[in-house]
């Protein structure tokens, strides 16, 4: 099945949340490309807790409430944290349109024991290939700068990824070269609710403004 969408252009930002899951644990990413990094995806219920290390000894992580539509993002080091709304991550209707075009193959394959289906993406000079599950909740993506809204994640989102699909791999082609996303651990167990609320002592910031392109 092929389809073909409009998007806003603009860089990749493998930035991701969960909404109205059904899976309640811990997942691990890897990506890899002109770097490597790791971080962890703990969802329970409508909330999900996104944790990554951009340097050593500094710890960020994401909150993201879906109910409440609130993104909370914590740095523990300076034991302080900034909230945001999701609406208000929404790019400016300023931005130029792209098109682009994704393509179920019929093709699947196992990952970590879950079934998974191949979509292939284009837009513009970016491909990408795309394997997603089913029973590990809805993917969303999040971006604190909406003018840097990824285009080919965002519609994924919309078109496919709310019909209950959940990326475990992608790997994806461009100008910049080549980038790999891929959930490379998947632990199903109980989380603590502690999990997902700001420690006592933190001091609320002021979320600064994103950058202008």
Excluded: H
């Amino acid at each position: 099945m092929k389809r073909t969408l409009t998007l806003l252009p603009c860089s990749l930002l493998l930035c991701s949340l969960a909404l109205s899951q059904t899976f309640e644990g811990v997942m691990t990413f890897r990506v890899s490309g002109k770097t490597l990094q790791q971080f962890t995806y703990a969802t329970k219920g409508e909330r999900i807790r996104m944790e990554v290390e951009p340097s050593p000894g500094m710890t960020m992580a994401m909150i993201v409430d879906t109910r409440a539509r609130s993104v909370t993002m914590i740095r523990d080091e300076a034991k302080m944290y900034f909230e945001m709304n999701l609406d208000q991550m929404s790019p400016p209707p300023s931005v130029k349109e792209t098109e682009v075009t994704v393509t179920k193959t019929g093709k699947k394959e196992t990952i970590l024991g879950y079934e998974c289906e191949q979509m292939m993406i284009k837009q513009e000079d970016r491909n990408a290939e795309l394997w997603v599950t089913r029973g590990l909740g809805r993917f969303v993506q999040v971006n604190m700068n909406p003018r840097a809204q990824s285009p080919m994640l965002k519609k994924l989102e919309e078109e496919l990824l709310n019909e209950g699909y959940f990326p475990l791999r992608l790997l994806s082609t461009g100008s910049e070269g080549k980038t790999v996303m891929e959930v490379v651990k998947i632990e199903k167990k109980q989380l603590d609710d502690k999990m997902f609320t700001v420690p006592a002592g933190y001091q609320k910031m002021q979320m600064p403004q994103p950058p202008k392109q």
